[in-house]
């Protein structure tokens, strides 16, 4: 998980639906990673990566998440060198 691998991490959120049982919001995630992380070491970058998450409500708790988050957009943003495939 992404906000394990850093110790500063930001994320603004705009929300986007709601309506009991379920909502939905666009994050825009900020950090560095500390840890290795999509396969990329630690190289001191940071990076800006939009994510999307939806959540399920139970008892007033988040009781089920999904998240879409921009992974090639972090990768190239941290590494270092970037292979064309």
Do not use: H, N
């Amino acid at each position: 998980m992404l906000l394990r691998t850093t110790s500063i991490w930001q994320r603004d959120s705009q929300p986007m639906a709601s309506g009991k049982p379920r909502g939905g919001s666009r994050l825009t995630d900020t950090g560095t990673p500390e840890q290795e992380w999509l396969g990329v070491k630690p190289t001191g970058r940071a990076m800006r990566i939009a994510e999307f998450a939806f959540y399920r409500v139970r008892d007033g708790k988040i009781a089920e998440m999904w998240f879409l988050l921009d992974a090639p957009a972090a990768k190239a943003q941290l590494d270092p060198a970037p292979r064309c495939e």
